[in-house]
């Protein structure tokens, strides 16, 4: 039986030939993925995902395992430069298919309400609630429908229209054509009648204004968020909070001083974007897209080695605390560009380094 499975389809070939290059190197040394953890200071989760297709290897776990199969590190860092790029290119490529699917997903969600109907009772969502709606370009609101409230006829108006109906105008001044029994224009005195179809008519515009109002309260969640959005808006951070995959537990500023494992910040949803080299010490910035937060690691590195990240002002500080370990990362700090961070290592010789 093969000791290695085929790698998966999907990868890019130059993330396959690298992948490769790594086995070639452990099988020639002859290393179990044991012994290889144990040499390497990389633990064996991280060593099946790296020779198994499922994660790239951060350079520090390449320049430990040149030291250990005695491998030109210069060959091999190019290589995996190579990859790296790959890498970083499928990743971009499955963000932007996933963002495709959310927006077709947020459009599916909104057109379950339907197109607004072209009619003279103003659509169907309206029409559940005695109102009108009008479609107007540029207006805000759900599918660009902007409740309007029908206008209102006036007292003249209603007057008017009074007087089409039974041959008398406002003010006792006769309709056109409408004469009495001496010739003199007939006067027809408001009635009781007209007082209540005045009356009738001045609610049922009241009551249709507030059946709008009621559907407009009612579409923009007013029953449960308008309070809140009034007293202020939720924050970035707490907002994104539920779109969140599974095991992630932070985004942004909330993944400041937090570490990245525990947030679910890392495996697969990681990647290194810069790295430097102070003798055999590796220095690297690690950002998460899903976390939107870097932090920064050193390998390779011995008690009392520190490693420090920042973009500005603020500082997140690791070190190297106990004899044989030879890894060690800095709390999370919230970024807008992976590109302004830099981490720096501080050996315990003074020898100093940063990334660019």
């Not at 790296?50 to 030291?67: D, F, I, N, T």
């Not at 009495?180 to 049922?204: I, Y």
Request: aromatic fraction near 4%.
């Amino acid at each position: 039986m093969p000791r290695w499975k085929a790698l998966p389809d999907e990868l890019d070939p130059q993330v396959k030939e690298f992948t490769g290059q790594l086995r070639r190197l452990v099988d020639r040394g002859g290393l179990s993925i044991a012994a290889l953890a144990d040499r390497t200071g990389y633990s064996k989760t991280s060593w099946e995902r790296y020779l198994g297709g499922r994660l790239l290897a951060p350079k520090g776990a390449v320049v430990a395992l040149a030291e250990v199969t005695g491998t030109d590190l210069a060959h091999l860092t190019t290589m995996w430069e190579l990859a790296e790029r790959a890498w970083s290119r499928s990743e971009m490529r499955h963000d932007m298919t996933m963002e495709a699917s959310r927006i077709s997903q947020a459009r599916a969600a909104l057109g379950e309400f339907g197109p607004p109907a072209a009619n003279g009772s103003g659509g169907t969502r309206a029409a559940r609630f005695g109102g009108s709606a009008t479609v107007t370009p540029g207006i805000a609101g759900p599918a660009g429908v902007s409740p309007t409230i029908p206008p209102q006829p006036t007292a003249p108006d209603a007057d008017a229209r009074e007087a089409a109906g039974n041959g008398s105008v406002p003010n006792g001044r006769a309709a056109p054509g409408s004469y009495g029994a001496h010739g003199e224009p007939s006067r027809q005195p408001d009635g009781p009648s007209e007082g209540r179809r005045r009356l009738t008519m001045f609610l049922a515009g009241a009551l249709a204004a507030l059946a709008v109002i009621a559907a407009v309260f009612f579409l923009t969640d007013g029953g449960g968020k308008g309070a809140e959005g009034a007293a202020g808006s939720p924050s970035p951070s707490a907002a994104t909070r539920h779109d969140l995959p599974a095991g992630v537990k932070c985004a942004g500023g909330d993944c400041t001083g937090k570490d990245a494992e525990t947030m679910g910040c890392s495996g697969d949803r990681v990647s290194t974007v810069k790295t430097a080299a102070v003798g055999t010490t590796v220095v690297e910035v690690r950002y998460s897209k899903t976390c939107r937060a870097a932090w920064g690691r050193i390998t390779g590195a011995a008690p009392g080695d520190t490693v420090q990240v920042g973009a500005g002002a603020r500082k997140e500080t690791g070190s190297v605390a106990r004899n044989g370990d030879t890894i060690a990362y800095t709390p999370m700090t919230a970024v807008r560009d992976a590109s302004t961070v830099k981490a720096c290592v501080t050996l315990v010789s003074g020898r100093r380094g940063c990334t660019k």
